[in-house]
């Protein structure tokens, strides 16, 4: 028999839906190897399709964690292997669920990927700047945030409300110009992204055909560094325009970069520059630059390549605190070193992919 516990729990689980099938996460044989624990542990495993929505993750661990006497929950979410889904426990016959609307990718406009093969380069800083940069210039603009396993985004943008959801498609928020989607605006700040392969692969083809993006100029995509499932997926899922490859200066991040230039190669994505971050440190004072790494090193990488130097953002004081507070440098200090560096950044884009020209006003929210 049942403790109260497990009660309470399976109570939980019953009043979370999936849309999909009009039925509850426990009816449609989406709970697997449940387990609660004396201790009030709850784990579990939550089979998850690709075309299920990915926040029932989130709101299936909310709901547990608002249960009297859980004290944890860890779910292991897994993509159901291919064959006929299980028959939901009801009376009623299943109802096919419904056929998902294709997606119109054109209207995406530019799809262009910032890359790194290394973490820590700037290269979620890059992004949010070149989104914000080009918005200014009057462009449509949305900034996918495709890093699954660190998504900065939403704190770059001083974003932390949960998207809207209208007729099955999810209503990306909007900053200073900029349309902005992200794993971390649909799960805690605290949980783990334990994703497996194909999970990663469903975010990204969701985040593409199931968030209402409206007509675009660009769809900035922030990459997750490395050469995995993510880079992979959304090559295969859309027509990429092409990706931006941001490095620092010294020769480890240089060679990461380099593989990550080569792998856009394989799958047929055109690099359409380098960008070397933090590549020297200017004064606030006396403007003096100093090389705080081994100089030229994004310089190589474009030499080798072949490729243009789209242009290099010295290291500068508050950059990262302003990241922190929501507010993108080129946002809150335009005239800065930094701020001019990644404006120049974007014209030598925009002369690469072409772009409407209208200047419009720095937005401050």
Same mark, same amino acid.
Not at 56 to 75: F, N, P, Y
Not at 135 to 144: H, I, N, Q, T, W
Not at 169 to 186: A, H, N
């Given at each position: 028999?049942?403790?109260?516990?497990?009660?309470?729990?399976?109570?939980?689980?019953?009043?979370?839906?999936?849309?999909?099938?009009?039925?509850?996460?426990?009816?449609?044989?989406?709970?697997?190897?449940?387990?609660?624990?004396?201790?009030?542990?709850?784990?579990?495993?939550?089979?998850?399709?690709?075309?299920?929505?990915?926040?029932?993750?989130?709101?299936?661990?909310?709901?547990?964690?608002?249960?009297?006497?859980?004290?944890?929950?860890?779910?292991?979410?897994?993509?159901?292997?291919?064959?006929?889904?299980?028959?939901?426990?009801?009376?009623?016959?299943?109802?096919?669920?419904?056929?998902?609307?294709?997606?119109?990718?054109?209207?995406?406009?530019?799809?262009?990927?910032?890359?790194?093969?290394?973490? /820590?380069?700037?290269?979620? =800083?890059?992004?949010?700047? *070149? %989104? #914000?940069?080009? +918005?200014? @210039? $009057?462009?449509?603009?949305?900034?996918?945030?495709?890093?699954?396993?660190?998504?900065?985004?939403?704190?770059?943008?001083?974003?932390?409300?949960?998207?809207?959801?209208?007729?099955?498609?999810?209503?990306?928020?909007?900053?200073?110009?900029?349309?902005?989607?992200?794993?971390?605006?649909?799960?805690?700040?605290?949980?783990?992204?334990?994703?497996?392969?194909?999970?990663?692969?469903?975010?990204?083809?969701?985040?593409?055909?199931?968030?209402?993006?409206?007509?675009?100029?660009?769809?900035?995509?922030?990459?997750?560094?490395?050469?995995?499932?993510?880079?992979?997926?959304?090559?295969?899922?859309?027509?990429?325009? /092409?990706?931006?490859?941001? =490095?620092?200066?010294?020769? *480890? %991040? #240089?060679?990461? +970069?380099? @593989? $990550?230039?080569?792998?856009?190669?394989?799958?047929?994505?055109?690099?359409?520059?380098?960008?070397?971050?933090?590549?020297?440190?200017?004064?606030?004072?006396?403007?003096?630059?100093?090389?705080?790494?081994?100089?030229?090193?994004?310089?190589?990488?474009?030499?080798?390549?072949?490729?243009?130097?789209?242009?290099?953002?010295?290291?500068?004081?508050?950059?990262?605190?302003?990241?922190?507070?929501?507010?993108?440098?080129?946002?809150?200090?335009?005239?800065?070193?930094?701020?001019?560096?990644?404006?120049?950044?974007?014209?030598?884009?925009?002369?690469?992919?072409?772009?409407?020209?209208?200047?419009?006003?720095?937005?401050?929210?």
């Amino acid at each position: 028999m049942p403790t109260n516990l497990e009660a309470r729990v399976a109570g939980a689980l019953t009043n979370v839906r999936n849309p999909r099938v009009d039925n509850d996460v426990i009816s449609a044989g989406m709970v697997r190897d449940l387990v609660v624990g004396s201790d009030g542990i709850v784990s579990f495993t939550f089979m998850l399709s690709a075309d299920d929505p990915a926040s029932l993750v989130r709101e299936t661990r909310a709901a547990l964690r608002d249960v009297t006497g859980v004290t944890d929950v860890k779910i292991e979410v897994v993509e159901p292997k291919a064959g006929p889904s299980p028959r939901p426990h009801t009376h009623e016959p299943a109802a096919a669920p419904p056929p998902a609307p294709a997606a119109d990718l054109s209207s995406l406009g530019r799809v262009i990927a910032i890359s790194s093969g290394k973490g /820590g380069v700037g290269k979620s =800083t890059v992004s949010a700047n *070149v %989104a #914000v940069d080009l +918005a200014r @210039r $009057g462009s449509r603009v949305g900034l996918m945030d495709a890093d699954i396993y660190g998504p900065n985004i939403p704190r770059m943008f001083g974003l932390v409300d949960k998207p809207p959801v209208r007729g099955n498609r999810i209503i990306p928020l909007e900053r200073y110009g900029v349309k902005v989607m992200s794993l971390g605006l649909l799960v805690e700040r605290d949980a783990p992204a334990i994703w497996r392969g194909p999970i990663i692969t469903k975010i990204i083809q969701q985040f593409l055909r199931d968030v209402e993006w409206g007509k675009l100029d660009y769809l900035i995509v922030d990459l997750p560094p490395g050469t995995g499932d993510a880079q992979l997926s959304l090559a295969q899922a859309v027509p990429l325009r /092409g990706g931006v490859i941001v =490095t620092t200066p010294q020769e *480890v %991040a #240089v060679g990461d +970069a380099l @593989r $990550g230039a080569k792998m856009f190669e394989r799958v047929n994505v055109p690099v359409l520059g380098v960008v070397e971050n933090m590549s020297y440190f200017a004064c606030p004072h006396c403007g003096e630059r100093t090389e705080i790494f081994l100089r030229g090193g994004g310089e190589r990488l474009a030499e080798e390549l072949g490729l243009p130097l789209l242009g290099k953002i010295p290291l500068q004081s508050g950059v990262a605190d302003l990241a922190d507070a929501g507010k993108p440098v080129t946002v809150a200090q335009p005239e800065s070193p930094a701020a001019k560096a990644i404006v120049e950044i974007v014209d030598r884009l925009v002369d690469v992919v072409g772009t409407r020209s209208v200047a419009l006003p720095i937005l401050t929210g």
